[in-house]
């Protein structure tokens, strides 16, 4: 048996967790550079803002309405996440994190399931402040679906157990749910099975396993399977390792100049080298790519990309560094105005290398000189520590113009009582 936990409009329920004033206020949350609408409480959502409309469209009808409109704070989220998952961890005998605002339990063997599932969601309202719906199943399709009913059912009180439900209640409510609510199918699939009549969930429910794989693939059959089910899925208790790391971010404006651009390169390396040595991994590739502003018809366009095989594997930063750097200096071309710039560490992989004779790979002084490194980011926060190469320019930092303090991660933005 599995649970789903998922926290309800995370990242505004975020924003809500120190500001008891908006319990009852519509919350907005906007992507990078206060572009687009990522997160929408219930009280937006009734007021028919839609998910990805960008801000400037639904700016009037924010302030007419009193939405409280916040940049995303990933350093608010990822802290609250990483406490929430504590919190779920502290009462199931095990899970797997499978989003920042999900998580899969094993409830197997578990009596009272609706009473743990129910405790898990007090616990992390307690605790962390986060709302949560809980979704019961044998299958983890059927545990996302349960989810689903419980976030739209005020009826099930935030838990719904599948299990619980008698079989006519849940063909009824198959019957009434769109197939695109369930985990796997998408808009563009959703489609091609309307073409085959295959429109509410029970249609799929009532498809025939075989001649879906025959015309979707193994995927949609374990769909299926899994809504009748049979697991296909299993828990996973470790993250499995990235196989390939990608950091990029759009400039809040314009970027000409190569030690700008250069500037939001390091940064991305500082963030990927972390992951990959948090992973115990080492990369043997290293690309770099900008771009510019392709909605900018009336100004030249360019996208330059170029990868580089490092001659051993390398998790320094400094060392990856090196080589982004020279392959920003063959890509960089003048006179473009450039909108975005990213790297990519690719062919990862945990074995030692064996360093050749011109080439001394990663020595122990670079290899401790990083673990310091890390250790300090994590005591006092990311980017404690930075290369002094971030600190060329400021247009190409992301705009955050209506960033709320970061409660729990910075010490000058601790609430104080009084």
């Keep these: 048996m599995y649970a789903l936990i998922d926290g309800n409009s995370f990242f505004a ?13 519509p919350v907005v949350v906007l992507s990078n550079n206060d572009g687009c609408v990522v997160a929408r409480s219930a009280e937006t959502k009734a007021l028919k803002i839609r998910m990805g409309d960008p801000y400037f469209k639904i700016a009037g009808l924010a302030r007419r309405h009193g939405v409280a409109v916040f940049s995303s704070n990933y350093e608010l989220y990822g802290d609250l ?7 779920i961890a502290s009462l199931a005998p095990a899970i797997e994190i499978y989003s920042i605002d999900e998580a899969f339990a094993d409830f197997t063997g578990i009596q009272n399931q609706t009473g743990l599932g129910t405790e898990i969601r007090n616990r992390v309202m307690q605790w962390v402040g986060i709302p949560t719906c809980v979704g019961i199943a044998p299958t983890k399709t059927l545990a996302k679906y349960a989810n689903h009913l419980a976030k739209k059912n005020p009826e099930f009180q935030g838990v719904c157990n599948w299990p619980d439900l008698s079989e006519t209640e849940r ?51 374990r769909v299926i399977r899994e809504m009748h089910g ?58 770099v790519f900008i771009y510019s502003n392709r909605f900018r018809e009336d100004k030249p366009q360019y996208s330059g990309w170029d990868i580089k095989q490092l001659p051993v594997p390398s998790c320094d930063t400094f060392a990856l560094a090196r080589a982004a750097y020279r392959l920003l200096d063959r890509i960089f071309r003048p006179g473009i105005e450039y909108k975005k710039a990213g790297v990519v560490l690719s062919d990862l992989s945990d074995d030692i290398p ?7 790979g990663d020595s122990c002084r670079s290899l401790s000189l990083m673990k310091a490194l890390d250790q300090i980011n994590d005591r006092y926060g990311r980017r404690s520590i930075r290369s002094a190469a971030e600190m060329v320019g400021h247009q190409w930092h ?4 209506k960033l709320s303090p970061c409660y729990t991660t910075k010490w000058t933005d601790l609430r104080a009582v009084s």
């Design 81 to 87: 996440s990483a406490r929430m998952m504590q919190t």
């Design 230 to 287: 049979h697991p296909c899925i299993e828990l996973e208790e470790v993250t499995p390792r990235q196989k390939q790391i990608l950091r990029s971010r759009s400039f809040s404006q314009m970027v000409t100049g190569k030690d700008e651009l250069k500037a939001a390169i390091t940064m991305h390396l500082h963030s990927a080298a972390a992951t990959l040595r948090e992973q115990h991994s080492t990369a043997s590739s290293v690309g």
């Design 171 to 221: 063909r009824t409510r198959m019957r009434q749910e769109v197939v695109t609510e369930l985990w796997g199918i998408g808009w563009r699939l959703g489609e091609s099975l309307a073409k085959q009549r295959i429109s509410t969930i029970y249609d799929l429910y009532c498809a025939n396993p075989s001649m879906i794989r025959s015309k979707y693939g193994v995927t949609v059959e």
């Design 13 to 25: 329920s975020c924003e809500r967790v120190f500001r008891p004033d908006l319990w009852r206020t």
């Design 398 to 401: 992301m705009r955050r113009d």
């Design 354 to 360: 064996q360093p050749d004779l011109f080439s001394a």
